[in-house]
């Protein structure tokens, strides 16, 4: 299964998402990496690509106003060989999220998000990453962004 998908994307919201519909912009700052964490020097970069296009498809582009800024650190990485393997090969990164009302500088919402492979050839870095921007994007989705297509249809 995992070949087919790739690296499933789990959101674990700090509180509850606030209705970000008024939203028309992000900017996506530079993500970190938490102190002592060994992680792919690619990372980084990968995550915030990711996020970037999956904040487009909700309609959020760099230069929309109002605006958000996301800000995050990984703060979990582990890959298929560091986990027990009684219960599979398991890889997985955690991104401390955070939205920023980009206006105001007061915080909207905080987040987990998470890219997990269960499957070793979906386990790559870039996999990874693009099981975090899935997080993203089921988090834009519960705060009322629909996918761009889906404005064009109303």
Do not use: C, F
């Not at 970069?45 to 800024?69: E, F």
């Not at 999220?97 to 987990?112: D, H, T």
Request: net charge positive; no cysteine.
């Amino acid at each position: 299964m995992g070949v087919a998908r790739g690296a499933s994307g789990k959101l674990v919201t700090v509180a509850m998402v606030p209705d970000l519909t008024a939203y028309k912009g992000i900017r996506v700052e530079r993500i970190a990496v938490a102190a002592d964490l060994d992680v792919p020097a690619e990372m980084p970069d990968l995550i915030r690509t990711d996020l970037t296009a999956v904040a487009a498809g909700r309609g959020l582009t760099p230069d929309g106003q109002p605006a958000l800024t996301l800000s995050g650190e990984i703060v979990h990485y582990e890959t298929a060989g560091t986990v027990d393997t009684a219960i599979g090969p398991l890889a997985e990164v955690i991104v401390r999220a955070k939205l920023v009302n980009a206006q105001r500088g007061n915080v909207v919402a905080l987040a987990n998000l998470v890219g997990r492979s269960k499957a070793t050839v979906s386990s790559s870095p870039k996999d990874l990453s693009a099981g975090v921007g899935k997080a993203l994007d089921k988090w834009l989705k519960e705060g009322g962004l629909k996918k761009a297509k889906e404005n064009e249809k109303e």
